[in-house]
């Protein structure tokens, strides 16, 4: 039979594995979380200077609807307003091809995040199957320390 002793060795070796080999894991898992969590809080914060500029652009747009209803006739003043929204559209049409980038490039990092957590998985698994394989080994030889001890009993 197995001492407290003995099992405390066990344990304290079983969480040494864990330590050693599982941690580790999921502590660089959650470094890269933070990572992304960082990148996201970025491109949110982009996100809303875009948002801040639509509705800039927006009142642009009312603006130049307000101005046409008032100086209907008025060419001159339609053709400068014009101007202005051709301007806002430039910046517009800037603006989403710079959005268009970033978000290939969330799409890339979002990738390589689901294959470092296939990798991460694939780890889990493996150790998963190597920790099964320990509680066997263990299993067998607590059947022969038994099997030892009613030997030394029956002797």
Known sequence: MISQEDLKLIGQEVGKIIEDNVMPQFQGIHDRMDTF???????????????????????????????????????????ALADKLLLGILDLQATAKETEKR???????????????????????????EVIALRAGLARAEERITVLERKLQIA
């Open 37 to 79: 969590d960082e990148r996201m809080d970025k491109l949110d914060g982009k996100v809303d200077q875009l948002d801040g500029r639509m509705d800039k652009l927006d009142g642009k747009v009312d603006q130049l609807d307000g101005r046409m209803d008032t100086f209907d006739g008025r060419m001159y003043k339609l053709e």
């Open 103 to 129: 978000l290939t490039r969330l799409e890339e990092i979002a990738e390589r995040t689901f294959l470092r957590m296939d990798t991460f998985m694939k780890k889990v698994e493996t150790n998963e199957v």
